[in-house]
């Protein structure tokens, strides 16, 4: 795609999830009207729906032939990622945005021709945007990254993980599990996909393990992570497939490797 065209993109796309976070910050303290979806706790606001509208009717009309795949569904059916195709979370971590009303995030990651080309995560409260084009770098606001540290090791890093998923379906084997957490310095749960992918990318975090994300929550991370040298593959250490929900387990490439080879392959049940 040409450079002059990805540069109008990447314009567009920072300005309208700035201009999405203001809208919600302004709006922090309206009451929601909240429902839940495939369980009690799988939540779901007006704001969610609206905020992913919102970048539909601007898609839409400014670029009429990309396509959008959004987790409230607004968007279109997408069955191959040919062409420009935006994925997009309105908000990442609800429950974070419903109960604490901080620690969430919009994820918005541009794909053409199944390349990821520009990845954005905006921390809407803190009013921190990280920002990644193809070879280009990643940044925090208009800070670029450092290329992730040479060398570290498993125990003096900071793990994050989601610890309901670890217990409730039963992938991997608890025993094992808590071998890494104790084994790491510490572990964390931010619970918000979309920061902690973030955070993976800044080095704050060395590592990060869900057990089933789709698109949306890991699109843009995923292009953050490969600029800063970082790598993002499923929990048996292979790739992801853009499209389906998957496990997710990112990190500074020897962390990863000394994860999946010490703890997630004996773990797997
Ligand atoms: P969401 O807030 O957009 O639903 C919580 O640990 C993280 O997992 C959030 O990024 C959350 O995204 C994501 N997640 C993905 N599928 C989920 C589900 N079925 N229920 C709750 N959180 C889910
Ligand atoms: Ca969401």
Redesign the pocket.
């Known amino acids: 795609m040409k450079n002059l065209i990805l540069d109008e993109i990447n314009r567009k796309a920072k300005e309208w999830i700035l201009e999405a976070g203001r809208t919600i910050r302004n709006k922090i303290n309206d009451p929601l009207d909240i429902s839940s979806?495939?369980?009690p706790?799988?939540?779901?606001t007006s704001m969610?729906k609206n905020t992913e509208k919102y970048f539909l009717e601007k898609i839409k009309s400014t670029f009429p032939d990309h396509f959008l795949i959004g987790?409230e569904g607004f968007g279109d059916e997408v069955k191959a990622l040919d062409g420009t195709v935006w994925i997009i979370?309105?908000?990442?971590?609800?429950?974070?945005?419903v109960q604490q009303k901080r620690n969430?995030?919009i994820?918005v990651a541009i794909y053409h021709d199944g390349v990821g080309e520009v990845g954005l995560i905006y921390n809407v409260m803190e009013d921190q945007l990280y920002s990644a084009r193809r070879g280009e770098g990643a940044f925090k606001n208009e800070v670029k990254l450092p290329p992730l540290k040479k060398t570290t090791v498993l125990e003096e890093s900071v793990i994050g993980l989601?610890h309901?998923?670890l217990c409730e379906n039963k992938l991997v084997d608890e025993k094992i599990m808590q071998d890494l957490v104790k084994t790491a310095r510490g572990s964390r749960?931010?619970?918000?996909?979309?920061?902690?992918l973030a955070f993976v990318a800044e080095g704050v975090l060395e590592g990060y393990l869900?057990m089933?994300?789709?698109p949306?929550?890991f699109a843009a991370g995923m292009i953050l992570i490969k600029e800063v040298g970082g790598i993002t593959t499923n929990i048996d250490g292979k790739g992801i497939k853009m499209l389906e929900?998957n496990s997710v387990f990112a990190g500074h490439p020897e962390v990863h490797s000394r994860i999946l080879n010490d703890f997630i392959t004996k773990a797997r049940k």
Do not use: C, H, Q
């Not at 979370?89 to 945005?97: A, L, S, V």
């Open positions: 979806k495939s369980n706790n799988d939540l779901v969610d987790e979370d309105p908000i990442d971590g609800t429950m974070n945005f969430f995030a994820s989601n309901l998923w749960t931010y619970g918000s996909a979309a920061i902690e869900a089933s994300l789709s949306w929550d929900r």
